[in-house]
């Protein structure tokens, strides 16, 4: 049994900042890659930022100089960093890893969602 727990959405005005976190818990041998993915109303889901177990990271364009992904390995622990936040950032911000379990099975996992919502 795995599980990921968001923490960190909310309400920001233009400009504003926000960090999210997810931690992982449970059955874990190792975790691969992560990521953040966001679902606006009507949208179809998008990926917004990914991590690798070496740290290279990539970003959507629409976020790339704004948002920053990383991660604490000892702490099961990915974060987004949301800055000069935007109308349309607004989403549902999901998070996202590839977790090997004690039984070295290969699965990814998804948090439960986080809403953030940037308005004046």
């Known amino acids: 049994q795995v599980q990921l727990v968001e923490s960190g959405g909310g309400l920001v005005q233009p400009g504003g900042s926000l960090r999210l976190s997810c931690t992982a818990s449970?059955?874990?041998?190792?975790?691969?890659?992560m990521a953040w993915y966001r679902q606006a109303p009507g949208k179809q889901r998008e990926l917004v930022a990914r991590?690798?177990?070496?740290?290279?990271?990539n970003y959507a364009d629409s976020v790339k100089g704004r948002f920053t992904i990383s991660r604490d390995n000892a702490k099961n622990t990915v974060y987004l960093q949301m800055n000069s936040l935007k109308p349309e950032d607004t989403a549902v911000y999901y998070c996202?890893?590839?977790?090997?379990?004690?039984?070295?099975?290969?699965?990814?996992?998804w948090g439960q969602g986080t809403q953030v919502t940037v308005s004046s």
């Open positions: 996202n890893a590839h977790i090997v379990s004690r039984s070295y099975l290969l699965d990814a996992y």
């Open positions: 449970g059955n874990i041998f190792s975790i691969n890659n």
């Open positions: 991590i690798t177990s070496g740290a290279s990271t």
